[in-house]
Every structure is written in C-alpha cells, then in structure tokens.
C-alpha cells in the first residue's frame, strides 16, 4: 500500500511546476495588476446597521409561540419590485432584524398567531409604520384569545408536573374554545408541538376548571443521559392553527 | 472560335445568377426554423406542434420521478439525500406551486393559429382544436388544485412595447369558476374528441372522449368536496373567493360528477371495464400498470416508447436492488402505514399480526404469511418480504433474534458472522436489507411493486422502461362515482360502484350500503390509487390534510389504532423489519418473526399548515401584478 498520500503526485504536477516556474511569476503580476484596477471601486451601500427588535405583547407580558411557526413580514417601498421581508418570532416572542434605515410597514398576516392582529375593514392586516433611524425597540400589542397564567412547572420521581390557569381574553362574538392543552418536554430549549420527546395532552371536552387545569408527563429514558430537561404548555384554541404556550423551563433533576 | 460559345456560356451563367436584388439575396429564410403557416399547413406537422404541447403536461406523481411519489409518510425515501422527506418537519408554502403560464399561452397561440389555418381539412381541424383545449383546461386543473383561482387566460397575450402593462394584468379568477372552467370545456369539446375503440395500444396518449369525461368527472368532484369539506376550515378562503368554495354549490357539483362518470360507466364513450385477466389478482392489480396492449382501463396515460428517447428509469430507481440488472434501485419503500391499510378478505382493518394477545411475537414458517388473507392490491402495490420480482425473491430480513430476544445482525447487505455459540460464518442480514440509513435496502422492510416492469432490461440505465403513466384510469372513475353517489346520499349505488373495484382486488363479500361511509370512501381510494398521485390532492379537497399530518410524533399505539379511519394521524413512516429466529432448542428456531421498526432516519413529523392548502404565489409574480392577491394564511 502506498498511503504517503501527501507525496503521492498521479499526474507528475510537480514536473509541470518546475518547468512553468519562470513564467509564472509574470502571470501573477500581471493578474493581480488587473485585479486591483477593477477592485479599487468602492462598494455603493454600506451594510444595513440598525437593529430593530421588540416583540409581541398583551398588558406587558410576552406572547409565547412555537419556533419557525409565527412569521411576520416587513415592506419597504420606493425600491421597485415590492415583495415582504420575511421573519419569524423567537418562542418567548421576540424578533430581531438588522436593516437599513427607512421606513418600514409591518404587518401579521391573517390567521398567523394565536391572537387577533387588527384588521382594516376590508379584512386585510392592518399596517403599522415603523420608521428607523438608528436602532429602535417596538413593543407589538396583540389580543390573545388566551393566556396561559401562573404556569408553575415541577419535576419530581421521574415525572414533569404543570399546573396552570387558562384565561380567556377576548369574550365577545369571536371568543373561541379551548381545543386541548398539553404538557411538552424536550431535551433542549426549543420545546413545542413539533420538538418533544413526550408530551401530554388534555382535550376541551375534558377540562373540569379552566382556572385550575393541572397535568403530568413521564420522562423517558434520556440518551445520552442528560440530568435536565426543559418543559412548557401549550394551549391550542379550536379553529387556530397556532398554540400559545408558556415560557419554556429548565427542570434539573 | 469553339471558344466563343463557351464565354458566351459563362457570362449567360453569371448574369442568371446575378440578376437577383440585393434586397432578395439577403433574405434568406433560415432552413431550421420552420414557419407558421408551413406548421399549420397539412395535419402531420400541426400533430407534431401537438406533441409538444402533450410532453408539457404536469403530474404531481410520475414515473419521471420517483420522489415525487416518496413523500408523506406513504413511503420511506431509501436514498440518503432525499432524507430530507422524511427529517423535516413541515413543507414550505411555496411547495407544490406551478404558474406556467408560458406553456398557456402556447396553448393559447396554437389554438389561434388553428384557428387562422386554410388547408387543414374541417374533422383533423376540430380534433385538434379538442385535444388543444383538453390540455389548456388539464394544465389549468392541475394549477387550480394547487394554487387555487388563477387568471384565466384564454387568449395569447403580446406587450406592446408601451411601458404600460395593465392590460395584462388579470386578476384571478374565484377557484370555482376554475373549476366551471374544466367542467364546460370538457362538456365542449367532448364531441369532437374520439372514442377509444381499444384498437390501438397508444390510442388513449390522446385526448379522447373518455378522458375529457374522466377530467370532468374528477373536476367536478374535487370542487364539491372542497365546497362541502372547506366549511369546516373556514379559515382557508379569501373574501374574493380565488380560495374557497361557497357550501351552497357542492350538491351541484357532486351532480355534475356523476354524470359525468356515468356516461364512462355506461360504455356510450369507449369500452372501458375493469382489467381483469389474470387468475392471481395480485398479479392482476400490478399488471394494469404493466399491460400495454388492448388495457381497457387505460383512459388517458403518458405513454413511452423503447429507443425512441421517451423512456423512463422509474423500474431502475425502486427494483429490488440485490441481484438487479444494474445493482441499484430500492428506493421507495412503501411504509407499514400503508401496508397494514390494506383490509382483511372478510371486510375488516387490522394490524398485522405479529404478535399474539401476551405479547409474544408470533412465529411464521413462511416469510409472507403474516401478509395472507388480505386485500389482494397489497401485494399488487407491495413487493412483500419473501417476493419475488423477475424470478428472484427479494432477500428482506434484519438479522436474527436470539433466545434472549436479542438481535444479532450485521450493517452491511448480506453480511456474514458467527453466530453465537455457533462455528463458521452465515448470513446474518438480508441483501436488500433492512439497515437502518443504508440506502436503496428495503428500509421499511418493504420495496414498491406497482409500475415496476418486469420486462428484460427495464432496470438497466442503457435501455430503461417504456410502461406508461396512467393519468385516468377506469378504476378512478368508478370510486369518483361512488363517492358521489355517497356525498348525494344515494349509498345503495355508491357500494354498486364501490364493490367492483374491491370484487377485483379479491374482497369478493360486497359492501351493504349501510356500510358505506365516509371513511370507506377515503380508505378504498387510498389503497386502490396509492402512489398515482391522488392521495395528497384527496387529503387536501377533504380538508384532511392538517388533520392526519398535525405534526405530532406517531407511536406504535397511533400506528396500530384507528385503521381505516380518515383522520388518522400518518406524520412518520413505519417499518416492518422480518428476522429469522435461532433457537436450536426451540420448535420455532429458523421461523420468522416481525418487529414493527421506526427508521432511524425518521426524525422529522409532518406538519401541515393552512398555509400549505394553496401554494404560495411567488413574490415575484405578486410584484409584477398588483391585482394577483396572496393565499390565505401565509
């Protein structure tokens, strides 16, 4: 076997190396000359600098989403060609973007989300204007159709416990129902419908006292064994896609 | 003095050849292009323009493709990098989209020409203006069950260079006048297209009767379930109606399908029946797909042809790979999802058996027994463990289960070891598998059977498959006609209609009308149309789609419960993995046993929002045209 591979040359490169070595040399000058004459340009825009974060609120408290599910979307205008700039909200509900500065509109496309966004009165996605000049933090306001309050979350004997109260916001004629609740837990921070390794679920039907809905999920064997998991509720309200949940937890055990 | 007749002779020669304009001597027609009214001249030439506009058709599964029938947990994708299918978690909006609106308007400016033609005799002239508006009304089908209403342009549309764009721009069209749009352009042309006598094999690559009517009657029904089924998603619709469909119109549509269908049915439009010509109905199912010559299933197919340049390679992609003209293939592997569908002989769902009421696994002495007494179209749709294809039985099995219960086995195919407490080297895992993330083995434990062509060479990449891809087929018609009859409340003729297909798959106790239901109806078009295309397209007109694809992680329990049922979650697909037991002091040492498996590759679960409903329009299109609004929930 030869597994010298660093000496192995197949091709005899080294002999065409050696025989073009004289020439190359003006080759290389001559490239780098061309290349700096069209190089020296400078660049037209400067990179986008200004951050824009904030994130979704009712009376101050954060909405909590799912990862990747919740987006949202920025316009600018005045550019041609008019298409969103499209982001997503973190699951404690915060957003972050790095933009140019300008004026933006911002809007939440309908049926996004597990609360109301205001709408014009044709049924579109009410805009607000966000103009930036430097960094700016916005706080969103929404109207969920439910909150999750005073979610307490416990680990003991191998088991996650959670207990809650679901509160309903919005109680007029658009008021919808609770479609099951669920104990989440996940071996990393990123706990929800879609990223669990166990979960409970609890349907409607089946809640007695929404102000006192208590649940618990057994932890299955950790691989590679971890001392810690992370837990989280999630609310689904009937007829909306999007689940609002809890703050996720970290339980050590 | 001879010489002078010569001089005379050459300058004569000269000025003949000079005495063009300069004008003239420039314009030369180019000799590789050939012009319009040469291509609309004599009916030879307009078929060939045709034949063009024919290869252009979309399908959502084709044979052209193998992944395009791997997704949504029906199969497992036995190719490392088409994993993604099964890792990820959720589709993007933009999947499935098509706005090909170049290939409208050549359908479009043919029809036109046609039209402007002088030389085409006046019968050559009408088929062809049918089997033009066929195509333009299937493409615009095929975008409405994606896209949902879009602008319906029946004429070529030229810019004139103005800088003004706004007579191009259309908005779309509500999704139920895309539909009416199908529906009345079939009724049209209907007159003017054949009927398929069953003379010719390659007969039904055209548009005939029967298709238009099969277009029709599948139309029809997808606009009256989205318009019954859509109520319960509010939530996917727009105010303009381009999504959604009013509640009010389904009764009508479900009218208009019937029809439709049982005209075919009544045999006034062609000879069309069921395929039934061999005693095994397995091997009856699979060869509907198979037979090319006088098929009177074939209603409308995309035909191939041997060393014409239109063949596929779908056989090599998927044939058992150990032992294959070309050592590849296996890659779609039917998932045990779909396989335990398959109902039992007297009527009923259940699991495979695999293990009896303790708990302990049941021993089989042949490999495909746990598979008897069922449905015959699943070994007609599933190469089964114990198998064989083109005379070789697929070698399906992980390793063995020892005494212990333990699994002794190997992570390459056919590999050989010890045995413990054993002398010299056997076998210990199967040539096609299953290993968990090698690709092309059966990872699911199954490989696919339908459209597979047992032909010599099919699975060889110097000279592939000519087996068609059947678009319609009579077997559709008939459930389309059943489900209509169910959704109109007639459930005596829907088990008419629904029992003939399920008596040629072998189900010979016919259904009472009163077991007619609403899961029978998706359950019977799931297994009978598995892999041809109609399962995502049914799951979405259903408005079932978020419901069995919710993103939740499946267990075994999920896996094993509610079979048969329409709502049952399948987010990740399932193996079955066959092992042999070693024993030496046991009755069943060398039996089989089975382990239902979830392959080490399945990591993602299938999400679908209400934003995968109706595929996103690109940004760009929406920029270009200010009236084109968004799909819902996106």
Not at chain 1, 69 to 91: D, M, R, T
Not at chain 1, 192 to 215: E, K, L
Not at chain 2, 333 to 352: C, G, H, Q, R, Y
Not at chain 2, 618 to 629: E, M, S
Request: glycine content about 8%; charged content about 20%; hydrophobic content about 40%.
């Amino acid at each position: 076997m030869y597994d010298d591979s660093e000496n192995y040359d197949p091709f005899c490169f080294s002999i065409i190396k050696q025989r073009t070595m004289k020439n190359k040399f003006q080759y290389i000058v001559l490239l780098a000359l061309i290349i700096f004459s069209v190089a020296c340009k400078k660049d037209n825009y400067k990179a986008p600098s200004s951050h824009l974060t904030g994130r979704i609120q009712y009376n101050g408290e954060n909405i909590q989403v799912e990862y990747d599910k919740v987006p949202f979307e920025l316009y600018q205008y005045g550019f041609g060609k008019v298409g969103s700039i499209g982001q997503v909200f973190a699951p404690d509900g915060t957003f972050s973007c790095l933009l140019f500065d300008g004026e933006y509109k911002f809007i939440i496309a309908n049926g996004q989300g597990p609360f109301k966004w205001k709408q014009t009165s044709a049924g579109n996605p009410d805009t607000l204007v966000i103009n930036l000049s430097g960094d700016k933090n916005i706080d969103i306001d929404v109207t969920p159709y439910y909150m999750i309050r005073t979610p307490q979350l416990a680990v003991s004997a191998g088991k996650v416990t959670g207990t809650f109260k679901a509160e309903k916001i919005i109680t007029d004629a658009s008021a919808k129902n609770i479609e099951s609740v669920s104990l989440y837990i996940n071996k990393t921070a990123f706990v929800s419908a879609t990223d669990n390794i166990a979960v409970t679920t609890v349907t409607g039907a089946n809640i007695t006292d929404p102000n006192n809905i208590s649940m618990n999920v057994t932890i299955p064997a950790l691989v590679p064994t971890q001392k810690y998991v992370f837990a989280r509720i999630g609310l689904k309200i009937a007829g909306v896609e999007d689940r609002i949940y809890s703050p996720v937890q970290k339980l050590t055990f | 003095m001879k010489k002078i007749y010569l001089y005379i002779g050459m300058a004569s020669l000269l000025a003949a050849g000079s005495c063009k304009r300069d004008s003239e001597f420039l314009n030369v027609q180019p000799t590789s292009i050939i012009s319009t009214d040469l291509a609309f001249e004599n009916s030879s030439n307009v078929l060939s323009v045709l034949a063009n506009l024919y290869n252009r058709q979309v399908d959502f599964s084709t044979v052209k493709d193998w992944a395009t029938m791997a997704d949504f947990s029906e199969s497992f994708p036995s190719e490392n990098g088409r994993a993604n299918l099964v890792q990820r978690n959720s589709w993007g909006y933009g999947e499935w989209a098509t706005w090909d609106y170049a290939y409208i308007r050549e359908l479009n400016l043919f029809l036109e020409r046609l039209e402007a033609s002088t030389t085409l005799a006046a019968a050559d002239k009408a088929q062809f203006k049918a089997e033009a508006r066929f195509l333009r009304a299937n493409y615009y089908f095929e975008m409405v069950k994606r896209m949902g209403g879009v602008p319906l342009i029946l004429k070529s549309l030229s810019y004139d260079f103005s800088g003004k764009t706004d007579d191009l721009q259309y908005p779309r069209a509500k999704e139920s006048e895309l539909y009416d749009f199908v529906i009345s352009e079939a009724e049209a042309i209907k007159g003017d297209l054949p009927i398929d006598t069953k003379s010719s094999a390659v007969f039904c690559a055209r548009a005939t009767r029967g298709a238009a009517l099969a277009m029709e009657a599948r139309a029809a029904l997808y606009a009256g379930s989205i318009a019954k089924y859509g109520a319960g998603t509010p939530t996917v619709s727009l105010t303009g109606g381009e999504v959604g469909i009013p509640a009010s119109m389904a009764n009508a549509y479900y009218t208009k399908a019937l029809n439709a269908a049982k005209q075919i049915i009544s045999g006034s439009v062609g000879n069309y029946a069921l395929y039934n010509k061999k005693p095994d109905l397995s091997e009856n199912f699979a060869n509907i797909f198979i037979d090319k010559g006088n098929n009177p299933e074939t209603i409308f197919i995309e035909d191939f042809k041997l060393k014409s340049g239109k063949v596929h390679y779908f056989t090599g992609s998927n044939q058992p790979r150990y032992g294959a003209e070309e050592e590849e293939g296996g890659r779609i592997n039917p998932s045990l999802n779909l396989v335990e569908s398959f109902e039992k002989l007297d009527n009923t769902f259940a699991p495979i058996p695999i293990a009896d009421g303790s708990g302990n696994p049941i021993y089989y002495t042949n490999q495909t027994d746990p598979f008897a007494g069922r449905d015959a179209r699943l070994a007609g749709t599933v190469m089964l463990p114990g198998t064989s294809f083109k005379g070789r039985t697929v070698d399906i099995w992980n390793g063995y289960v020892l005494a212990d219960g333990s699994v002794f086995s190997g992570d390459d195919r056919g590999q050989q070891k010890v045995l413990p407490g054993t002398t010299g080297l056997r076998q210990v895992v199967g040539f096609d598998g299953p290993i968990n993330a090698k690709e092309f083995t059966a990872q699911s434990g199954f490989y696919l059977r339908k459209y597979l062509d047992p032909a010599i060479g099919s699975g060889s990449r110097g000279t592939n498959s000519e087996l068609p891809f059947i678009r319609y087929r009579y077997a559709e018609v008939l459930l389309n006609a059943a489900e209509a009859s169910f959704e109109l409340g007639n459930t005596a003729d829907a088990a008419l209609y629904m029992n003939q297909v399920r008596l040629r798959a072998g189900l010979t106790t016919p259904l009472t009308p009163a077991d007619i239901t609403f899961d029978r109806i998706v359950h019977e078009r799931r297994v009978e149309l598995a892999f041809e295309g109609h399962f995502f397209y049914d799951m979405k007109r259903w408005r079932l789609a978020h419901v069995v694809w919710d993103g939740v992680k499946m267990t075994v329990t999920d896996l094993l419960s509610d079979i048969g049922k329409a709502t049952k979650r399948n987010t990740q697909p399932y193996a079955l993995w066959p092992f042999k037991y070693y024993n030496p002091a046991s009755p069943n040492d060398g039996k089989w046993l089975y382990r239902i498996v979830l392959p080490s590759l399945v990591t993602g679960a299938n999400t679908f929002q209400m934003g995968n409903y109706y595929s996103a329009i690109d940004a760009t299109v929406r920029a270009n045209n200010p009236k084109i609004v968004k799909q819902p929930n996106q």
